[in-house]
């Protein structure tokens, strides 16, 4: 079964910072370019960084750039988001999405999400 | 950044009718346009992507078209399962990939 499987959210103080993980099983994850979308509570959806397949490049959130870094290991079917400098606005579920290659942009399979607060 | 509009907030309809969404874009978005279903406490699931193309698994009630800045996603016997929010997203130009503010589809 394909899965992506998010952890490390949590309850932060502003200006704290954060690792997300999402484990990746039931494909070959190293092809996929990969991403993270996070969605406030009772909002929408919201693009927050992208990763290519070899962790080469990436782009950003304007609202996260600076403070947010996307990476993956490729031989831990693993893709990471370190935040730091968190604010307020910054809470919420944050899911992690495969892109394939097959289909470039495509957000075929999400996460379950991973919440993370950020409150004093 | 393209700002995609959804219409409208919220959809009332009655099970076995047809429903109509429509989502806009500030310029255009070509053909790179995609919908999602998101189900209280769920994640967000791939229906539609291309405009028009259904992802693996959805079922043929659901159908998407348009192109440039107008889109719809049309649901034609609505079952009990598909009162949800929708979310149409833009990857033509990015980043950042956009997605519209999304439809509560409830039912009537």
């Known amino acids: 079964e394909v899965q992506l499987v998010e952890s490390g959210g949590g309850l932060v103080q502003p200006g704290g910072s954060l690792r997300l993980s999402c484990a990746a099983s039931?494909?070959?994850?190293?092809?996929?370019?990969m991403h993270w979308v996070r969605q406030a509570p009772g909002k929408g959806l919201v693009w927050v960084s992208r990763i290519n397949s070899d962790g080469a490049d990436t782009d950003y959130a304007d609202s996260v750039k600076g403070r947010f870094t996307i990476s993956r290991d490729n031989a831990k079917n693993t893709l990471y988001l370190q935040m730091n400098s968190l604010r307020d606005e910054d809470t919420g579920v944050y899911y992690c999405v495969r892109d394939p290659p097959t289909v470039p942009e495509l957000f075929d399979i999400w996460g379950q999400g991973t919440m993370v607060t950020v409150s004093s | 950044d393209i700002v995609m509009t959804q219409s409208p907030a919220t959809l009332s309809v009655s099970p076995g009718e047809r429903a109509t969404l429509s989502c806009r874009a500030s310029?255009?978005?070509?053909?790179?346009l995609a919908w999602y279903q998101q189900k209280p406490g769920q994640s967000p699931r791939l229906l539609i992507y291309?405009?028009?193309t259904r992802a693996t698994g959805i079922p043929a009630r659901f159908s998407g078209s348009g192109s440039g800045t107008e889109f719809t996603l049309t649901i034609s016997s609505l079952q009990s399962e598909d009162f949800a929010v929708y979310y149409c997203?833009?990857?033509?130009?990015?980043?950042?990939?956009?997605f519209g503010q999304g439809t509560k589809l409830e039912i009537k």
């Open positions: 310029q255009s978005a070509g053909s790179s």
């Open positions: 997203q833009q990857y033509n130009n990015w980043p950042p990939y956009t």
């Open positions: 291309g405009a028009s």
């Open positions: 039931g494909f070959t994850f190293s092809p996929y370019w």
